[in-house]
């Protein structure tokens, strides 16, 4: 009898159980912590769903990026669920995302060292022609092979340079070590913060030690060096080593360990990720690469060094169109994070302080409403001018990267002497595509390759 009673009012808690587990988030967070942590304390949120305990919306964000395959699906079914509206759903994803970073006037005098560094013409001059000769001699090394994985042999060459122009650090076993690091880090740019053994959550973070490790022991040597060489080692890291702020204090160690491995961390996979695609594309639509080999040889054709400078490459009009249109198309990073500092009201709606904002770049990008058949390769879509807001793939504001100038003259410089030069084939065109960390081929592009 007693167990009769008992299973009833299970059964009948069952419901009530099942409700509060679906609802639970958006009763915590949404209403209790929204309300106490508003100043106003009358807080009307936008529409959408927070997800189960803990895991909050992963499950879904997982099941579109991962297994659907079809990340643009994630945001669409909410646009469908809770209609378009104001274009904001509240949210609950990868657990509470934490920030690390400088904000205010420290903020900005780093971006302008490191802009100065690596991104203005004078810099860019440099780099360009420290940079070519690795692609060059790579270019002719693949011939040699039957396939190649270019994703694999691309992220070399793009290693072996950043690596000794911002750190100094020569092609060999160190700089396999840093990129093994660097690799690991990334690997946890999406991952649920799960700090436990066996998740990569938790080796993105032991990886990202070690990388902080390598270079403080560069630090020190370089400290311990300086004092005695009379020609110090001057590079990125050197450089921030040695900024200083008005009153002349300079960063400190762990500072200078967080700006080298995070611009580094910043430059390391997405110029790879864009020219892996950039490649694909190009094999795919040979009528684009026929317009982009004509106004290279042409280029070529008037110079009689191999070496291009910066600016005869960006002044190639239709091969930075091809640039800019494969990284619209490869939406590398397909949001980026801001946190609300203060309560602020957007169409009115309420987004509590120290919420995440999380703007969904990927969007923009894949929106018919900014282009038509926006899932095709059309570099011509860029003839005449595009709306800055149409295009957020390097982000914007105060924070807009600091490497965009780098990053598209790069991938220029490799398409200039790969077209020019040579001629290749995909072992797989149907290869399937991967979402995370972010959009890669997942055969990492096979290709063969020959001279033209
Ligand atoms: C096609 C390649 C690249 C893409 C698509 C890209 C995209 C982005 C995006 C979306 C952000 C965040 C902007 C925001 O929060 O509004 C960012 C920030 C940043 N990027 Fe890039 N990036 C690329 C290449 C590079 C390269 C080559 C470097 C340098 C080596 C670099 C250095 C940085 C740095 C240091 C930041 C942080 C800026 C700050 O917080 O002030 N990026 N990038």
Redesign the pocket.
Known sequence: MAVGLWSTVVIGLLPLVGWLFWWWNDVWYGLVMATLRSSKGDTKLPPGNMGLPILGDTISFLWYFKFLRRPDDYINSKRHKYGDGIGMYKTHLFGKTSLA?VHGKA?LRL?SF?SRS?NQPDALRQIALAMQPRMISALQSWTKCRKITFYDEMKKVSFEN?GMYFASIKPGATLDRLKKYLAGVVSGFRAYPLNIPGFTFYHALQCRRKTQEFFREELDKRRKNNGENDQPIQDLMDGLMNIKDEDGNHLSDTEVLDNIT??LL??FE??VV?TTWALYYLAKYPNVLQKLREENLSLKSNKSELLVTSDEILKLEYTMKVVDET?RLAN??GF?VRVATKDFEYQGYTIPKGWNVIVW?RNVHTDPKNFDHPLCFDPDRWNGSMLPENFQ????????????M???L??AMFLHHLSTGYKWQLVNPDAKVKYLPHSKLEDGLEITIEKL
Do not use: D, E, K, W
């Not at 390097?394 to 965009?404: E, Q």
């Open positions: 970073g903020h971006r490191v690596i950043i995070g611009i910043a430059g997405s110029t864009v990284i590398i990073a980026v770049l793939a390097f982000g914007a504001g105060p924070r807009i990267c600091v490497g965009n780098l990053a598209r790069q991938i």
